[in-house]
């Protein structure tokens, strides 16, 4: 490796591919697909120089299960996909969650259903992030608008991933993947990077769902002696199913949330551009919020007075920091590429102000112009 405090212009899906590598992972499993191939080509040519696997699996479903296995023996590992791919992921992502193997999804947005606009950028795969998997899941998106945030979020969700042993989504887009923009890649020893926290309790003491405060059990490495049951079913503190005791899975279910709840502010990452004296906000992510940022300088120079908030962390939601934005402004816009989905949470922490959607779903981004005009339009 070369990356030493040097400056790169770097395409964002090489952004995440090179983050992956200095934050530790050490194992890829991933299956082609555009617009997210090239962190799989990538990372098959630079895994095996760090001493990392990479595997090419036969199909997205293979491509998950593989990566959880990896986790489980304890290494850092990643895959990436775009939004049919991401579909296929689910059930897998499902086991991650209630068996708490941290793993990494990149999920690069095109437009759909279905194969769609495998071509296109598209910001449809919001609810999927949360959604997609079955049951009562605890998940953190996290979602980057342009390469540099694609580098810093992608060693963000390597690290959640392992503190709150739980998956992680990176949801980037078309866009953001493909653009290319200068980065400064920082030394490897200068990054903060957190490894999962292991026992240092006996083979015979050890049981692998008993957490501490945090609610986020602690790991033990396989091949050293600890032998314990991993089951997707509900289970005790000792691995072993509980499917009958109405107890054990409501204890089960909560912790896997409130871990999350435990470390709402680590993982609660924003930006915000002139919103101090705002009196339009729009609450942008990812590639719109490019647009979003322009759209508020265009603004300003007519006197308008607009503001931005990007959000970064997606899921969970960060409620109380769109209901500290809404509370001065007049009215608020919330540009997507989809017909509206992160909206509707908006609305619900927007403190009765008016919410007002500007959606395209055709493959174009939404340019600044047109966030611009639907301000002056409400104004």
Not at 4 to 24: H, P, R, S
Not at 25 to 45: C, K, M, N, S
Not at 277 to 298: M, N, P, Q, T, W
Not at 341 to 355: F, G, H, S
């Amino acid at each position: 490796m070369t990356c030493q405090n040097n400056i790169k212009f770097m395409q964002g899906n090489e952004a995440v591919a090179e983050a992956a590598i200095l934050a530790g992972v050490r194992f890829f499993a991933g299956y082609p697909i555009t617009p997210a191939t090239e962190i799989a080509e990538i990372l098959a040519r630079k895994m095996p120089l760090v001493d990392g696997v990479f595997l090419q699996m036969e199909d997205e479903i293979a491509s998950m299960a593989a990566v959880i296995g990896a986790s489980m023996a304890g290494v850092k590992a990643m895959t990436s996909t775009s939004g049919p791919g991401f579909t296929l992921k689910q059930e897998n992502l499902g086991y991650a969650a209630i068996v708490e193997i941290p793993c990494v999804v990149v999920d690069v947005q095109r437009g759909g259903p279905s194969t769609g606009l495998p071509t296109l950028p598209a910001q449809g795969d919001v609810m999927q992030a949360r959604w997609g998997t079955h049951g009562d899941h605890p998940i953190v998106v996290l979602s980057p608008a342009t390469v540099a945030e694609a580098f810093d979020l992608t060693v963000q969700a390597i690290n959640l991933s392992e503190l709150l042993r739980t998956p992680v989504i990176l949801l980037s887009d078309a866009v953001v993947g493909h653009i290319r923009e200068k980065v400064e890649i920082p030394s490897a020893d200068s990054l903060k990077l957190i490894e999962r926290k292991i026992t240092n309790k006996s083979p015979e003491q050890y049981q692998p769902y008993v957490a501490g405060e945090d609610g986020v059990p602690e790991f033990a490495y396989r091949g050293k002696g600890y032998r314990y049951h991993i089951t997707s079913n509900i289970h005790d503190e000792a691995g072993f199913p509980a499917t009958n005791n109405h107890e054990v899975a409501d204890s089960l279910l909560r912790r896997l949330h409130a871990k999350i709840d435990y470390y709402k502010d680590e993982l609660t990452f924003y930006k915000e551009e002139q919103c101090a004296d705002a009196e339009f906000l729009i609450i942008a992510y990812g590639c719109v919020a490019r647009s979003a940022k322009e759209a508020v300088h265009d603004l300003r120079k007519e006197g308008i007075k607009a503001g931005l908030l990007q959000l970064q962390t997606l899921w969970p939601f960060p409620a109380e920091i769109v209901q500290k934005y809404c509370a001065g402004v007049k009215k608020v816009i919330v540009p997507e590429m989809n017909l509206g989905q992160l909206i509707n949470e908006v609305k619900l922490n927007a403190l009765n102000k008016d919410v007002i959607g500007v959606n395209r779903v055709d493959g174009r981004m939404i340019t600044p112009q047109e966030i611009a005009e639907k301000v002056k339009e409400v104004k």
